[in-house]
């Protein structure tokens, strides 16, 4: 209540009790929650103490909604949980009417208006406070590399694996800076839809130079990892393409390898479903074998069955291998591999009874669109299982 009264903002509820112990809540009450909303008190909160049992009546509360906001969201949200004594926002209210479009402002305008003005108030006394105490970083870092009792350079030189390497290393560090996306300190500003676009043009400048012979397949691969920015075209290097080394017939080769190295197609590999990650023999997406048309129907049948997790399945991929069960004349045979095509080659739309998507954002890895894939009787033909 302090903080409150010296205005400082205060980032959980406090509860007031009166003297007969009877719980006061009423800046929580008058402030924050919409009027709509039923306002019971809390139970067993102690006088003094902070309260969790309100806080979740604030935007920003619900971690899962938290995530998906924008950076601009979030901090509206979080300004509007600091108390603010009414005739602040008062003050804000009247404030923003005179520079406005005639129409009174809503009370919750006035809180956000009101805790912008104290968020400017706080941030330049914050800033004063940095200031004067700041110390350059790099100083402070070169001051500390200087006292290393080895040369950092040498030491360099010899984790790449020599000079020629290191000399190697900074050329194609140099050239993945120029890339989208391929300047490190400023990638945190991107959107998930921005880094997931950056990825890929980064992913495809590369592949492009060492497809015109600019880089050699070890530079390429080694400007994937200093690049850093895993792309939707991941699973297509580290999981299609070999799976098609290793499993296809020369045939199956030239239908999906060829162009999959020429980058026409883009593949991935549907393992994993919603209910199904480690425990593979419990797969539950069928591959029914129909001897009169010589071809495979897949199947979602259950939820559980729903691929989940695929990378570059959200949005990039045109094929995918499907691990699916065998099913030969009413016997299982456990899962197998078959390829599946998922999207048109002419507008990217999925084909008939797919179901494919992105699965949303995750922590970091935002490159990469992981999605999930539900299949209804898709049919492929019999040369379709590796
Ligand atoms: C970033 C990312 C990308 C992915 N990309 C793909 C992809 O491209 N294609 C694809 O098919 N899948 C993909 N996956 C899915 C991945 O293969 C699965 O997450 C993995 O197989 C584990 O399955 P699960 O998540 O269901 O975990 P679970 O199998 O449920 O395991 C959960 C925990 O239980 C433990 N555990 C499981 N079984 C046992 C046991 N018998 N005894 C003791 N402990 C056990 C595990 O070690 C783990 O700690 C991806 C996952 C991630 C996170």
Redo the contacts with the bound molecule.
């Keep these: 209540a302090r903080r409150v009264l010296r205005g400082l903002p205060v980032l959980r509820t406090f509860c007031f009790h009166d003297s007969a112990g009877r719980l006061k809540h009423q800046r929580c009450a008058t402030l924050q929650l919409p009027p709509s909303r039923p306002r019971r008190p809390p139970t067993g909160c102690r006088a003094g103490s902070t309260c969790d049992t309100h806080i979740h009546n604030f935007p920003s509360h619900s971690r899962q909604i938290r995530f998906a906001k924008s950076r601009r969201q979030t901090t509206v949200a979080s300004s509007s949980v600091f108390l603010i004594p009414s005739s602040t926002v008062d003050v804000a209210a009247t404030a923003m009417s005179t520079r406005g479009n005639g129409e009174a402002p809503s009370k919750q305008q006035g809180v956000v208006a009101a805790s912008d003005l104290r968020l400017r108030g706080l941030q330049s006394a914050a800033t004063a406070v940095v200031q004067q105490h700041s110390v350059e970083p790099s100083d402070d870092l070169r001051n500390e590399r200087s006292r290393a009792s080895f040369d950092a350079a040498e030491l360099a030189v010899f984790l790449a694996g020599g000079a020629d390497k290191m000399q190697t290393k900074d050329r194609l560090l140099a050239l993945a800076k120029g890339f989208p996306g391929g300047e490190k300190a400023s990638r945190a500003n991107l959107t998930r839809e921005e880094e997931h676009v950056a990825a890929l043009q980064g992913a495809f400048n590369i592949w492009e130079k060492v497809l015109a012979r600019e880089l050699t397949r070890e530079e390429g691969l080694m400007m994937r990892q200093l690049l850093e920015l895993p792309s939707g075209i991941e ?1 297509h290097i580290g ?1 299609w393409i070999p799976t098609l080394q290793a499993l296809a017939t020369p045939e199956q080769q030239r239908r999906w390898l060829d162009p999959s190295l020429r980058f026409q197609i883009i593949g ?5 479903e919603l209910g ?4 593979l023999r419990g797969l539950e997406t069928t591959a029914i074998y129909d001897r009169q048309t010589e071809s495979f129907i897949l199947h979602s049948p259950t939820l559980t069955s729903t ?7 959200g949005k990039t991929s045109t094929h995918a291998v499907v ?1 699916a069960r065998l099913l030969l004349d009413g016997k299982d045979h456990g899962p197998h591999p078959f390829v599946v095509q998922l999207r048109s080659l002419s507008d990217h739309q999925p084909l008939p009874g797919i179901k494919v998507g992105d699965m949303g954002p ?1 922590l970091g ?1 935002h490159g ?1 669109d ?1 999605g999930f894939l539900r299949l209804d009787h898709v049919r492929v033909d019999r040369d379709s299982m590796l």
Aim: zero cysteines.
């Design positions: 699973l999981m991935t590999y549907a393992q994993t199904h990650g480690s425990y691929k989940w997790w695929p990378g570059g399945l691990m995750k890895y990469v992981n």
